[in-house]
């Protein structure tokens, strides 16, 4: 009996054995659960939330006036702010099983995408740079407390903040290369509501996406970290010094008041909180430039959506919390607040 030869059979197995396949990090049954708690629940929530909180903001700002550059910023972010939990809670909407199962005749990734993804990156780069538009505005006013209301008036911080809302709503994907029309559909035997495309779009996108998506996300995310330790640095500085001189029993000279320390507290706090909740999105514009297979029709589509997900509930977050920052840290909203919506003087 002849011996066979295992290094033969060896060789052999390795080359009749099938290639291996690319095993995804989150399947399909876990990214389906994923997206129900992570958006339909959490975002959908945090959203009613914090569409409620943004309304009584821009109510408190339009009774205490225009008159302050600060107020006129606020309004701004609260509307922006408004703006991005209504566009996700669409997305919250459209990745309900209850909405998906009705079979509405829409396509429902296609027009989540048009109606909500693209509106919602819009309103979170002007919510990106309103926010880093005030930290610079207070370092001016820590660093320059004398001529900072010379430089940022109010009028000039209006035209400011209708030019960020400009700017940004030219996003030129939300106009150009893709439009929503009836299309008929032959599997569903059905007319539906979807996203025609065309030749336009694939040639704007790539550029849109690094203009828009990487380079202001990354531009004002780096801005707002820079100035917030500006403040931090700065605030920590002149305390120190004005306690050192009145401990000698010297007048301190004219610097930054008592009332525009509690602003420069209240506005890193707030740049604090939206660095935190800003940075996942601003790092995965990253990979997605780096990385072409990191996209939502990518090989990496559920562990893409999944991040996302996540990074939008931590957005969510970010444009709810400000009214509770504000009842906290601001005496003057606090008393318009209690006045406009309790009915009462605070004390």
């Known amino acids: ?36 708690v992570n958006f339909t629940f959490i975002c959908g929530l945090g959203c009613l939330t914090g569409m409620v909180t943004n309304v009584i903001n821009i ?9 302050d550059s600060m107020n006129v910023s606020l309004m701004g ?36 995408n048009t109606l909500g993804g693209r509106p919602h ?15 610079f ?29 400009i700017l940004m709503f030219s996003y030129p994907p939300l106009y150009v290369g893709n439009r929503l ?36 996300s990354l531009l004002s995310f780096v801005f707002v970290i820079c100035c917030t330790i500006v403040l931090v640095v700065k605030l920590n500085t002149k305390t120190k010094w004005r306690q050192a ?20 507290k209240m506005v890193t706090f707030i740049s604090s909180i939206f660095i935190v909740c800003f940075g996942p999105s601003s790092l995965m514009f990253v990979v997605m430039a780096l990385e072409p297979r990191f996209r939502l029709n990518g090989a990496f589509t559920n562990l893409y959506m999944t991040l996302w997900s996540a990074s939008f509930i931590l957005e969510t977050v970010n444009s709810s919390v400000n009214m509770f920052v504000y009842l906290t840290m601001s005496s003057k909203y606090r008393a318009v607040f209690m006045k406009t919506f309790l009915g009462r003087e605070e004390k």
């Not at 059979?9 to 129900?36: G, K, Y």
């Not at 819009?122 to 926010?131: D, M, N, Q, V």
């Not at 407390?145 to 109010?154: A, D, N």
Request: charged share 20%; hydrophobic share 50%.
């Open 1 to 36: 009996m002849e011996m066979s030869d295992p290094d033969v059979n060896e060789t052999e197995l390795m080359t009749s054995s099938p290639p291996a396949q690319f095993v995804p990090f989150i399947s399909d049954e876990e990214w389906a659960i994923i997206s129900v």
């Open 77 to 112: 972010l609260a509307v922006s702010d408004l703006g991005s939990l209504v566009t996700t809670f669409w997305m919250s909407i459209c990745f309900n099983p209850l909405f998906i199962a009705a079979d509405l005749p829409i396509d429902v990734k296609e027009v989540m």
């Open 121 to 135: 990156i819009i309103f979170a780069r002007i919510t990106s740079f309103i926010t880093a538009f005030i930290t």
């Open 181 to 216: 029309e009836w299309v008929f559909d032959s599997s569903r035997n059905a007319t539906i509501l979807t996203v025609e495309f065309n030749e336009e779009v694939i040639k704007i996108e790539p550029v849109a996406f690094f203009l828009y998506g990487v380079t202001f």
């Open 59 to 67: 109510v408190v700002f339009a009774k205490q006036g225009f008159h």
């Open 245 to 264: 001189t009145a401990a000698k029993g010297a007048s301190a000279p004219e610097g930054v008041g008592v009332k525009d320390k509690k602003v420069v």
């Open 137 to 165: 505005e207070r370092c001016l006013c820590i660093s320059l407390p004398l001529k900072v209301k010379m430089i940022i008036t109010p009028r000039r911080t209006k035209i400011i903040i209708i030019f960020i809302f």
